[in-house]
């Protein structure tokens, strides 16, 4: 039986349209690279963390100016990374051991259904300035290396395959609930089409051999990854698992700040943590698969 009762045509356009807007962006941020790629990630952590604080604002009902270190200390870690120009140092080991610290506290939070220490400003100013500097960082890194454009391309690929697919099959199917106590609308149905999603787009990503064109006048060349099919439909399987866990995890902390979206920039998704919440997680995972397995 489809599941068309909670279907919102109107925010279904919505979505499209920003889709359509927002994706070519992306890309040619991805694309182009150096510093209008640093720009375009600063950016988009600066509103991240401007709805992230901006929600504790509204749940603690007062204004926290030590939030602004929280600013401070992302700009600078990402900073910092980027004047590296993407050279593996002794710092990127202890990025590896903070991302799964800070990965496993996430899922452990999750798997509580409990954000901890919701009521201490500092840790909260912490645990923000981590989820979004410190994950975003990675992206950085996986742009900074050989075939960087690509493998970014590969990573966007997927998770938007994944979102667009979990979101149209639990529109149509979706009639068991995944998470009823932190995201009531997602189901079993949308994380199968997510996951069946992300591991075609994978695969047909490693089968890619490349191609040269030319958009708007600039000429164009996109080449093939050195992923393996075996290693793409790991690789789709463990995105999706990912970024579904990383949607779970914002929607338990906006369920516990009582807020719906993290703001209203993007029509029909609400902020752009909203829209972003799917690939905090994957860029740590992503990256040092690439540099450990692929690289």
């Known amino acids: 039986m489809l599941n068309f009762r909670t279907f919102n045509l109107r925010k279904f356009w919505q979505r499209v349209l920003t889709i359509v807007i927002y994706a070519p962006v992306v890309v040619a941020a991805l694309y182009f690279g150096e510093l209008l790629f640093f720009i375009a990630v600063l950016v988009g952590?600066?509103?991240?963390?401007?709805?992230?604080?901006?929600?504790?604002?509204?749940?603690?009902?007062?204004?926290?100016?030590?939030?602004?270190?929280?600013?401070?200390?992302?700009?600078?870690?990402?900073?910092?990374?980027y004047l590296q120009e993407g050279r593996y140092t002794w710092?990127?080991?202890?990025?590896?051991?903070?991302?799964?610290?800070?990965?496993?506290?996430?899922?452990?939070?999750?798997?509580?259904?409990?954000?901890?220490?919701?009521?201490?400003?500092?840790?909260?100013?912490?645990?923000?300035a981590l989820y979004t500097g410190l994950m975003y960082v990675h992206l950085i890194l996986l742009r900074a290396q050989p075939l960087g454009f690509e493998y970014c391309l590969y990573l966007f690929g997927v998770i938007w395959a994944n979102d667009i697919l979990a979101y149209l099959v639990g529109i149509?199917?979706?009639?068991?609930?995944?998470?009823?106590?932190?995201?009531?609308?997602?189901?079993?149905?949308?994380?199968?089409?997510?996951?069946?999603?992300?591991?075609?787009?994978?695969?047909?990503?490693?089968?890619?051999?490349?191609?040269?064109?030319?958009?708007?006048?600039?000429?164009?060349?996109?080449?093939?990854?050195?992923?393996?099919?075996?290693?793409?439909?790991?690789?789709?399987?463990a995105i999706s698992v990912f970024a579904q866990m990383g949607d779970l995890?914002?929607?338990l902390l906006k369920r516990a700040l009582q807020v719906k979206d993290s703001g209203s920039l993007l029509p029909g998704h609400g902020g752009v943590l909203d829209?972003?919440?799917?690939?905090?997680?994957t860029f740590p995972i992503f990256y040092y698969f690439v540099v450990y397995f692929v690289a």
């Open 45 to 81: 952590v600066f509103i991240s963390l401007l709805e992230i604080y901006n929600m504790y604002n509204i749940y603690s009902q007062k204004h926290h100016d030590n939030f602004y270190y929280g600013y401070l200390f992302t700009v600078l870690l990402l900073l910092t990374v």
């Open 91 to 128: 710092e990127n080991n202890i990025f590896l051991l903070l991302s799964a610290a800070v990965i496993g506290f996430f899922v452990l939070e999750l798997f509580c259904k409990k954000v901890f220490f919701l009521r201490s400003e500092f840790f909260y100013l912490l645990r923000s």
């Open 172 to 237: 149509v199917f979706g009639r068991h609930r995944l998470a009823p106590d932190i995201s009531p609308k997602k189901s079993l149905e949308g994380a199968a089409g997510g996951l069946a999603g992300a591991m075609l787009v994978s695969v047909l990503f490693s089968l890619f051999k490349g191609v040269n064109f030319s958009a708007v006048g600039f000429p164009v060349t996109i080449s093939g990854l050195p992923i393996s099919i075996g290693q793409a439909v790991f690789l789709g399987a």
């Open 249 to 251: 995890i914002e929607s």
């Open 275 to 281: 829209r972003m919440d799917s690939f905090v997680l």
